[in-house]
């Protein structure tokens, strides 16, 4: 365990370059979304919210799922790399499920007529976005580096198998919320330039999760160094 | 596998009867479980709502409250004097030890919800009539689930600064699910709907036992052991 200062400012680098390139594609996205998607028939200038909503709501899942994974590494593997990994995950999901959760009300008061409905899917994405500030607060409460790995580790996995539960309800629970459009047994039903938009803002939003995701690994890196030097003088 | 049983219901048995013995803790869950039942009835406007309508809410919120309390002592009794540390150091598998915390929590919150279950009746004017075993059914399915993700949480939990914060900031997600689902299945019981509108939700309520309890009993060990 050598974490020192000058790989953590590199990483930190990497992230940031990263995290503007993705910034730069996200103006592009506004662009495209505003300036050369059709206008939807039915819901007007409001869908165009669409085109950072879902994108938005993909890279928490992303988040969400990556630490689940990392977390079962982690308790097989016990490299602290994957620990560290998982912490820089959930704190980027939270920010993109923010995203997700803000967007989401400002495109539902004009379609929906209320800003928030008591739908299964909002309901439960909305306690996964808990799940994971509860995740964050328990890495805040534990104080030894091994024991916060571990437990943290456990609530990931255990997160990561509610998800599952979320979408089941789903069907089970009479649901407001679209029904998928894109992600679906048959072909996708929606035109093609909205196809495209939203495939760009997907994968710039996925840009924007794997710089913000390096940034923060980077800067657990350099907190790590410092902690050592600072116990070792 | 039976010695491991075996050992599992020495744990819980342990723990039962160090409660059965003092009674404190379950004195106070008792009461604390009332007050919420008699606190909700002041919640709600009567005149705009009737109280069969509020009915299944009620129940499942305050078996989660009580579940909560119940399950915040389930480790806080092992730290006095570092009896997990005794517990941990016996020859015991760290699965026969998680299903005997769980069973002895199990026991407890059963109790609580028992003892609960009259009190509604007799608060709310419901008539439980014949959905009397349904719902035991239902609220043994939906227990298990919250109860076994409650054992492995309070175990982290203890061990963290700000230990009864803790824990209900991390349950309560993971008792969602089981609580939508044991509400609507109450609710469909209480207004004598046919078994076919709660199936669905009967089986997530198996899955979510299935996985969960596996789950924590895998992880248990990640939990206790250095």
């Known amino acids: 365990m050598t974490a020192e200062a000058a790989p953590a400012a590199g990483v930190v680098r ?141 609530v990931g996995i ?37 196809l495209t938009t939203l495939l760009v803002s997907t994968l710039v939003f996925t840009v924007l999760y794997l710089g913000f995701v390096t940034t923060r690994y980077g800067l657990a890196l350099a907190d790590e160094a410092r902690e050592q030097a600072r116990d070792s003088s | 596998m039976p010695d491991s049983l075996r050992l599992a219901l020495a744990i819980a048995g342990k723990d039962i009867r160090a409660e059965l013995r003092s009674r404190t803790a379950l004195q106070s869950a008792l009461v604390f479980a009332a007050l919420v039942l008699v606190v909700f009835n002041f919640a ?57 915390k769980l069973l002895a929590n199990l026991a407890f919150v059963g109790t609580v919800e028992l003892v609960t279950l009259p009190l509604f009746v007799l608060f709310f004017n419901v008539s439980l009539g014949h959905a009397l075993p349904g719902l035991l059914g239902v609220t043994a399915l939906a227990t298990v689930g919250f109860v076994a993700v409650g054992t492995l949480f309070s175990a982290m939990a203890v061990r963290t600064r700000f230990a009864e914060l803790m824990l209900p900031v991390l349950l309560l997600p993971f008792m969602v699910p089981p609580l939508i689902a044991a509400v609507q299945v109450t609710s469909r019981l209480l207004a004598d709907r046919p078994l076919s509108e709660m199936w669905g939700w009967l089986r997530l309520l198996a899955l979510y036992d299935i996985v969960f309890v596996t789950l924590c009993m895998m992880t248990f060990s990640a939990v206790v052991d250095e």
């Open chain 2, 44 to 100: 709600r406007d009567p005149t705009a709502l009737s109280a069969a309508d509020l009915a299944p809410s009620v129940l499942w919120v305050t078996f989660a409250l009580a579940a909560m309390v119940a399950l915040n002592r389930a480790f806080t009794v092992e730290r006095e004097n570092a009896a997990l540390d005794g517990l941990l150091l016996a020859p015991v598998p760290r699965e026969a030890l998680f299903i005997g």
């Open chain 1, 158 to 194: 255990l997160g990561m198998l509610l998800v599952p539960f979320v979408h089941l309800s789903v069907y089970l629970f009479r649901t407001l919320h679209p029904q998928p459009i894109v992600l679906k047994p048959s072909a996708p039903s929606l035109p093609p330039e909205m």
């Open chain 1, 14 to 154: 990497r992230g940031l370059i990263l995290s503007a390139l993705a910034l730069i594609g996200l103006a592009g996205v506004f662009v495209l979304a505003l300036g050369l998607t059709p206008v939807e028939a039915r819901q007007g200038l409001a869908q165009k919210i669409f085109y950072l909503h879902v994108p938005a709501a993909w890279s928490a899942l992303l988040a969400f799922s990556l630490v689940g994974i990392a977390s079962a590494l982690y308790l097989w593997l016990k490299d602290a790399r994957l620990d560290r990994f998982a912490a820089a995950s959930a704190e980027v999901g939270v920010v993109f499920s923010a995203v997700m959760l803000t967007t989401g009300p400002i495109w539902a008061k004009p379609i929906w007529g209320t800003w928030w409905t008591w739908d299964a899917r909002l309901t439960l994405t909305l306690f996964v976005f808990f799940l994971f500030i509860g995740y964050l607060a328990l890495r805040a409460a534990v104080h030894d580096p091994a024991e916060r790995a571990r437990f943290s580790a456990v």
